[in-house]
Structure formats: C-alpha cells, structure tokens
C-alpha cells in the first residue's frame, strides 16, 4: 500500500518536531541542575564557592584528611612572640575556632589525654551547642587562658600520644568558614611539641629575631629590670640580677653565655638541649647543631618567618592558607610588633661588646643567615 507523498512528508516534520522537543526538555532540565548544583555552594559573596567539605575534611569523620596541616607556634621570649600571641587569638576567633574549654574538644581528647596527676581529666561536655568561652582543663594549660581562649596553649606535660589526639582534634573541629577555594586557612596552636606521628600533617611557625639584638632585649628584660615577675631575680632563681646584686651583677655577655643561643636551643629536634638554669652555660658545641636545625625546619616544611622582616605577615599568611591582606583588611592588624615597655632607653652597643656578643651567638647567628640573608647582609639590629 502506497501513502501520498505529501503525508510521508508530514510525518517526517512531525517526527523531527518531536525529536527537537525531546532534546530542548532535556537540555533544560540539564541546565536546571547545574544552577542548583552552583547555587547550592554559593556564599555570601557573589561568584564565591564555598570549599568542598570532602576536600577540607574526610567524609569518614572519624578518620582525618592526611592532607591536612596543623600548626604549631614555638614560642620564644623576646622575639615577638607576645604580638603573635595577639595576632593569632583574633585570627582564629575570626574563623570560629572552639575555644580551649569547649565541651566539643575536650570530647575528643577522654581517653587519649590521661594527665599524669590522677586527679585531673579532660572534662567531658555534653552540650554540643556550648559557645560560652569556659576555662579549659588538661591537656591545656590554664594560664592567662582567658586571654588567649581560642589560641589553644598545650602544657608542657603531655605525651606523645595525647599530642596526636589535639592535632588531630584541632583538624577535625577547625571551621570551614566559606573560604575561597584557593585559599584554606588551617589550624595553628601554641606547643614546642610537634608530632609528626599523628594522622594530620604537623607544621612549625617559627619567627627568629636577630640575635645580637634579642640577646639584648632578653638581658634588660629578664636580668636588669627582673621583669616576667622577676623569675630570674629570686627566690627561685637568682642570676645575679637587679638591684641587689648591684656590685656582682650580669654583664650581657655572662647572659648571653648562659642563656644565648636560645633558637638553636629550642628548635633542636626533642627540644631543650641544656639547662637553662642560672649556673649553666650555653652549650659549647651549640653552633655544630645549627645545621640539623636548618635541616628540620626546611625538610619538615615548616614557616619561618623575621621579626624584622617588614613582609612577615604576608609570609604568615601564605603559611597558614589565609587570603592575602587577611590580617589588615579582616583584622585590622599592622606590621608593627607591639613590645614591652622597660624604663630604661637602650644604648649602643660598644664595639667590643658586640664583637664578644657575636662570637658566642655563632650558633644563632649562622641558623638567622641561612634563612635571612638580605636582612642579615643589611645589618638589621633594632638596638641601634
């Protein structure tokens, strides 16, 4: 049976009418989930995509994304560490950081932070909805803790074990605060310790001050105004300081032999390397030690920044994932460092002095060049 041509042309417009209409549906309907897929991670800021949870953090919450950085501030006195304390409190109120006491970190840590005194735990929280800024427990320590309750302080009494529990709690409960994808702020606390055992990559945020300069700042602070409530002027310790031993008092260089060197001192792999008691003196073999400090800092991928360095907070930044300008657009910080103010006004340094000064800080002074060269080269010393 034969149909009319006309009726074969017909159908086949009517077909391909069809066929068009199919594909303009799907296509719609295609596009439509694409907008709701882009819209769904949109953030307050237009064109801004909040970053993928599964990137930030495991979909396995109880295991951590090994990718994952935590950073810990090694604090070292007179080295600007009290304006780093400050910075870093507001950055990480800023993002929302749980403070030390919140019931939601001390959860984290029962059973994996036994304190040594039987008497004293971690608490164990039970509103998961606490915001109240409370005083924290071991393994923190609690002092000035209202001051810095976001700025987390491990004590000093804590083992290894226990470390990797904070780290990994500090990564687990860090809040993704709609950041930029290119940009992910991480976790920073204050520790010497840092454990490389735990599941979260563990980083050190070190600043280093020109050594002849801190040595000085470290002697009129601690010795000639027995600042700090006079730790070093008795009764537990007497270094020969303050008024009482006006006659047999410390020179900066009895100091500096005594408690010189201290970045070496400190940055060296298990920590303190020689008492820092009033009666010892600086290691003699300090100097041959720089080397495996410089090694640790570099291979462990660890940020090194310089008090004198007027590019430290952008270093900071880059360090710690935040968005460049994070400090002085969000924060409302400066470059400046703020100090302790001493009664007395420094002095130049007599040349011989200096000389004695920088043959007992070798060690120091080679561990500033190798990260510092220009400002090194520069003769960077605030003392003069």
């Known amino acids: 049976m034969k149909y009319p041509r006309k009726n074969i042309v017909i159908s086949t417009l009517l077909l391909l009418l069809i066929l068009v209409c199919v594909n303009l549906s799907f296509t719609s309907i295609l596009e439509d989930f694409n907008v709701s897929s882009i819209s769904h991670n949109r953030v307050r800021g237009e064109g801004e995509v909040k970053v993928d949870e599964e990137k930030q953090h495991p979909v396995d919450k109880g295991k951590n994304d090994k990718r994952g950085d935590v950073y810990f501030m090694v604090q070292i006195d007179k080295a600007g560490s009290s304006t780093l304390r400050n910075t870093f409190e507001a950055r990480n109120k800023w993002y929302g950081n749980p403070d030390m006491g919140n019931p939601a970190v001390n959860r984290n840590l029962v059973g994996r932070c036994i304190n040594p005194d039987s008497n004293f735990y971690p608490r164990r929280g039970t509103n998961k909805e606490t915001t109240k800024v409370t005083k924290p427990g071991y393994p923190f320590s609690e002092s000035k803790w209202e001051k810095f309750p976001h700025f987390w302080k491990i ?27 290119s940009y992910r702020p991480k976790p920073i606390m204050r520790s010497a310790l840092c454990t490389p055992q735990s599941t979260v990559n563990c980083r050190r945020l070190v600043q280093l001050r020109e050594p002849v300069s801190h040595i000085e700042s470290h002697f009129e602070y601690f010795c000639k105004e027995c600042k700090d409530g006079g730790k070093f002027c008795g009764p537990k310790v007497d270094a020969k300081c303050g008024r009482k031993h006006r006659k047999n008092h410390e020179t900066i260089q009895s100091w500096a032999r005594k408690f010189g060197n201290l970045f070496t001192r400190t940055l060296l792999a298990g920590g303190y390397h020689g008492p820092f008691s009033h009666n010892k003196w600086t290691r003699p073999d300090a100097l041959k030690h720089a080397d495996e400090v410089i090694r640790s800092l570099r291979d462990g991928g660890d940020c090194v920044v310089a008090l004198e360095d007027p590019n430290r907070l952008s ?70």
């Open 155 to 181: 004590g000093n009494n804590v083992t290894s074990g226990c470390m990797d529990a904070i780290t990994e709690t500090a990564w687990k409960l860090w809040p993704d605060k709609g950041s930029a994808v």
């Open 315 to 384: 270093k900071i930044e880059a360090c710690l994932g935040d968005q460049p300008g994070f400090y002085t657009k969000e924060l409302g910080l400066k470059g400046e460092t703020t100090s302790n103010k001493l009664k007395v006004t420094k002095k130049r340094l007599n040349p011989n002095v200096k000389y004695d000064l920088m043959e007992i800080l070798a060690a120091d002074i080679y561990l500033y060049e190798s990260f510092f060269p220009f400002l090194a080269a520069n003769g960077t010393n605030r003392s003069e």
